[in-house]
């Protein structure tokens, strides 16, 4: 039975991280859905209770919405009763006080009043509290940690322990999509002098990111630093010790290995998954060759500003991650009764993102001639209509999500135990 349960539902892109982090370390775990913690997978009813509830990423009123009364409930018991929670982004932000939080730590999400200082990415230097056991004490006080998007963490004094700080962004830091490193010294300043826009990230310094507290016999540990990111040593480092300290035993492992999303070997030849694929190399190839996408790293892309690059990056993702998997009778079944609507759905967000992709290029090229020629407002019902409007996922791609992460469910069942 599995030690670790990691929470499925609507997780797209950092669920797949989280899981694939522990598969490389072989440590057993399984992905449940809301539907199955409301049901008791977290008590034990089907198997073993497990050492740690761990909630990736994702909008965390999804998760919510997904999990229902009964799930919430069943989170906060097992937690009361000595589970762990672990929570990265949106998972910690489930786990806080507020409308649609359980209530595990007495602190709560703070917004931003600039909507880009939350576009931040890359790395960051952090001062780590090695005095307390859950940081590994050989990270030597401060490590380079990543962050995606992160929220803030609205700090009030009521029994949660800071675990590690903000300090100074990285080499690979951006603010939405500004590459730091490459502008020059002093840009920044001179911008909110001459246009009164600030953008530095300079706001983050000291900010709390990794806390810890007690609820009832359980412990919460909540970081709006991704541990799982894939080739990131000291976050991944901290990522075991976290597993271990819940399993009650050491995990020796490395850094998770590095992740190359295009290059994954395909071991089912499943023709609906195999013509999504390349048809989302097309839009990708689309989005590259007219500067509106760009690969940051082998398993992340990078975007313009208003681009949905990250829905685009965990449709390909999942797609190429659900073809490395060898099926298991109940994948294939779930398959042949879905890949048809699939199809259909795939068909018609590559006509409509390809179409998509190419409009907002045309407006960028026509903005200072004409720059009422493409109506924004246009643009913003062809987004609406393919992803949703931001934050929250939905459109075409919403149903396009289901589909594979359900998939994909049933395909890692067959490997994680």
């Known amino acids: ?24 370390w072989n440590v057993p775990h399984r992905l449940v859905r809301g539907s199955e913690i409301a049901d008791g997978v977290l008590a034990g009813k089907s198997g073993e209770a497990p050492k740690m509830l761990f909630v990736p990423g994702g909008r965390a009123k999804s998760k919510a919405d997904r999990l229902g009364p009964r799930g919430m409930d069943a989170i906060r018991d097992y937690v ?16 806080l006080t507020g409308k649609h939080g359980l209530g595990l730590s007495p602190w709560s999400r703070k917004g931003y009043k600039n909507r880009l200082h939350h576009f931040l ?40 322990t800071v675990l590690a700080r903000f300090d100074a962004p990285g080499p690979d830091f951006w603010v939405a999509d500004l590459h ?9 300043a001179d911008w909110e002098n001459l246009y009164g826009i600030h953008l530095s990230p300079d706001f983050l310094k000291e900010l709390p990111c990794v806390t810890a507290n007690e609820y009832g016999r359980g412990k919460v540990v909540l970081s709006y630093v991704h541990l799982e990111t894939p080739a990131s040593p000291p976050g991944n480092r901290w990522l075991a010790h976290l597993l271990g300290q819940a399993l009650g035993e050491p995990i020796q492992a ?136 931001p934050p929250e996922p939905g459109g075409i791609y919403a149903d396009l999500a289901a589909l594979l992460e359900e998939l994909y469910r049933l395909l890692a069942s067959g490997r994680a135990s």
């Open 1 to 24: 039975m599995s030690s670790i349960h990691i929470y499925w539902d609507e997780s797209h892109f950092w669920g797949l991280m989280a899981a694939r982090a522990l598969t490389a």
């Open 254 to 389: 490395g850094p998770v290995p590095a992740w190359d999303v295009a290059a994954r070997e395909v071991r089912w030849q499943d023709e609906t998954l195999l013509t999504a694929k390349k048809r989302m190399e097309s839009i990708i190839a689309t989005g590259t060759n007219h500067f509106l996408l760009f690969w940051r790293t082998p398993w992340l892309l990078g975007w313009r500003r208003g681009i949905p690059g990250a829905g685009i990056n965990a449709l390909y993702s999942l797609i190429c991650e659900s073809l490395a998997h060898e099926p298991s009778n109940e994948a294939r079944q779930y398959w042949e009764a879905g890949a048809k609507r699939f199809s259909v759905l795939m068909e018609l967000l590559a006509n409509g993102l390809s179409g998509y992709l190419l409009a907002e290029r045309l407006a960028m090229t026509v903005f200072h001639s004409a720059p009422d020629a493409v109506s924004k407002e246009g643009l913003r019902e062809q987004r609406r209509a393919l992803f949703g409007t």
């Open 180 to 188: 730091l490193a490459s502008l020059p010294e002093g840009t920044m």
């Open 121 to 160: 990415s890359g790395h960051v230097e952090s001062d780590l509290n090695t005095a307390h056991p859950l940081v590994p004490d050989d990270l030597g006080g401060r490590a380079m940690l990543p962050v995606w998007w992160p929220g803030r963490f609205d700090a009030r004094d009521d029994g949660v």
């Open 80 to 95: 009361e009763r000595g589970g762990t929670y672990l929570g990265f982004c949106g998972g910690a932000g489930l786990a």
